[in-house]
C-alpha cells in the first residue's frame, strides 16, 4: 500500500526518468507506485496517514538538499525523482540493519515467517550484513544470565491474537490503524529507541481499551500482533480477516 491521492488538479513530473501525472497532493510515493516503482517502505500503508517514521522510502529529489520521505513528500510540477541511487541503496541498506540488529532472528519458526514485511525489505534492500550487536530487548535472561529488565513477555490475554514486544519496529501503523481505521484510541508507543514499543496502557489488551477489531493486527508489518489462528495453524489465504468483537460476520476488512 501507499498513501493515497487528494485532490482532481494534476501535477506533472518525472520518476527514474519516466514521466508520470497524478492528481496534485499525491506523495512521491504513490506516484512512483503508478509507474509500477515500488519504493521499499515500512509504515506507510495506503489505509492510514503517512508519518515518515521509518526512514526506508528516502528518495534524492534534483535540486533539493537531503534524502526525503517518498511517503511524506508531495509532488511538485517538474520535479526529478530518483528512487534507486547508490546512495539511497546504501542508506536504506543502514536503515535496515538497524531494524534487523533489534529484532529477534528466529525467522524460521517465526509465524510471520514468508508474511513478514521487516523480512520482505531485508531482501528488498539486498541486506546481507549487520554489524551491530544484536538489541537485548528479547531475551529474558542477559548473556551472563541475569535477568533482563527491558524485557517484556509475550501477550496473550486477547482471545484473538497475541502482542509480542520483541518484534515490535515502533512503526506506529497499529496506533494509527486503531486511531483512524477504528475511531479508538487503545493504543500509543511508550519508551525510546530499542526500548520503544507500542503499549495499552494497560496491564494487558484485554484489559484495555481495544475492542479486539483486528485493525492492529492487519495493520502490523511483523509478528508483532499476530491472530491467534495464523500461529496455531499458519497464514491462511487470509480473504476473510475481521475478528471484530461487534458482529462477528467476516466483512473482509484488510488494513493492507
Ligand atoms: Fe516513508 Fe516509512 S514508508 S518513512
Known amino acids: 500500500g501507499t498513501p493515497a491521492r487528494r485532490s482532481d488538479r494534476t501535477v506533472t ?20 507506485a503508478e509507474l509500477g516503482i515500488e519504493i521499499p517502505k515500512l509504515c506507510a500503508t495506503d489505509s492510514v496517514e503517512p508519518i515518515g517514521s521509518c526512514r526506508l522510502c528516502l528518495v534524492e529529489i534534483e535540486g533539493r538538499r537531503g534524502t526525503p520521505a517518498s511517503c511524506t513528500t508531495p509532488v511538485a510540477p517538474g520535479m526529478k525523482v530518483h528512487t534507486q541511487t547508490p546512495k539511497i541503496a546504501r542508506m536504506r541498506r543502514g536503515v535496515m540493519e538497524l531494524y534487523i540488529s533489534d529484532h529477534p532472528l528466529d525467522c524460521l519458526t517465526c509465524s510471520a515467517n514468508g508474511d513478514c514485511q521487516l523480512q520482505d ?35 496473550a490475554s486477547n482471545p484473538y491474537f497475541t502482542y509480542d514486544p520483541a518484534k515490535c519496529i515502533a512503526c506506529y501503523r497499529c496506533v494509527r490503524a486503531c486511531e483512524e481505521v477504528q475511531g479508538t484510541f487503545a493504543l500509543t508507543v511508550e519508551g525510546r529507541g530499542f526500548e520503544a514499543r507500542i503499549s495499552t496502557g494497560a496491564s494487558d489488551f484485554l484489559s484495555s481499551d481495544c475492542v479486539s477489531c483486528g485493525a492492529c493486527v492487519q495493520a502490523c508489518p511483523t509478528a ?25 460476520v467476516g466483512c473482509n476488512f484488510r488494513a493492507e
Open 224 to 248: 508483532t500482533l499476530q491472530e491467534k489462528s495464523v500461529i496455531e495453524m499458519g497464514t491462511p489465504d487470509r480473504a476473510v480477516v475481521t475478528t471484530c468483537a461487534y458482529c462477528g
Open 121 to 155: 525489505m531485508a531482501g528488498a534492500v539486498g541486506l546481507r550484513d549487520v554489524r551491530y550487536t544484536p538489541g537485548a530487548n528479547h531475551f529474558e535472561t542477559r548473556q551472563n544470565g541475569e535477568a533482563n529488565p527491558r524485557y517484556i513477555e509475550k501477550d
Open 13 to 32: 513530473l518525472t520518476i527514474d526518468g519516466f514521466e508520470v501525472t497524478v492528481p496534485e497532493g499525491t506523495s512521491v510515493m504513490r506516484a512512483a
